[in-house]
């Protein structure tokens, strides 16, 4: 599932909030709250339209409580790490995970050097 980096920016700060309490139910506007302290300004609008996004790819799942929608994650941080991990290798490494491990390793080596 490849996703863009403002979806990864939006999934990594609804994962903080959950994690902190995984009975809270997270609004949209918890999320711009939590980005814009981190340094990301983004409008309610655009926030809720690529949550919207999510939820048809079924990596979040809407809700209605009252008058407001809430979301919980369908896919936790790991599973979509997970998910990467097996995309990158079967679209640049024929699906070989120690070709793909070999080279991270050599590239970090450059990296660090």
């Known amino acids: ?24 139910d ?18 309610y609008t655009t926030i809720k339209t690529v949550m919207d996004r999510l939820t048809v790819k079924s ?18 941080k790991e599973e979509m790490a997970l998910e990467a991990v097996k995309t990158t290798a079967e679209n640049f490494f ?4 120690s070709d793909m491990i070999k080279f991270i390793e050599k590239k970090t080596q450059i990296l660090t050097v």
């Open 94 to 97: 024929d699906g070989n995970y």
């Open 59 to 76: 990596i979040l799942v809407r809700y209605k409580s009252g008058k407001k929608f809430f979301y919980k994650a369908a896919m936790s």
């Open 1 to 24: 599932m490849v996703c863009g980096s403002l979806e990864i920016d939006i999934l990594n700060s609804f994962w903080k909030l959950a994690s902190e309490n995984e009975d809270r």
């Open 26 to 43: 997270v609004s949209i506007q918890d999320v711009v709250d939590d980005m814009s302290a981190n340094g990301i300004q983004r409008a």
